[in-house]
């Protein structure tokens, strides 16, 4: 249900990949076991594990949280039952 009864909006946001302490100590960890460096184990990643993320780097907060304030303002009004990735294109997919 995306809709409460009582005016309650749902709606999803999925970012992938961000710009984040996680996503630093996962690759600082994959430089270490790689012996390279960070920006070689992010580029590594991103070729291996997310080829689909067209974009071709992580997102950056500043990137995710426009979307979260739209979603929470008067301007999302009609918005509901939608998930909102941020995800560079890392989910290979096209709505029809």
């Given at each position: 249900m995306a809709h409460s009864g009582n005016g309650l909006l749902v709606n999803c946001v999925a970012p992938a990949f961000i710009e984040t302490d996680m996503t630093d100590g996962m690759m600082e960890k994959r430089a270490e076991k790689l012996d390279c460096s960070v920006e070689d184990a992010v580029e590594s990643f991103l070729e291996e594990?997310?080829?689909?993320?067209?974009?071709?780097r992580r997102g950056k907060v500043q990137e995710v949280a426009p979307?979260?304030?739209?979603?929470?303002?008067?301007?999302?009004?009609?918005?509901?039952?939608s998930n909102w990735r941020v995800d560079g294109g890392a989910v290979g997919s096209m709505n029809l």
């Open positions: 594990k997310r080829p689909y993320l067209v974009i071709g979307v979260i304030a739209f979603l929470c303002s008067e301007l999302a009004s009609f918005v509901t039952g």
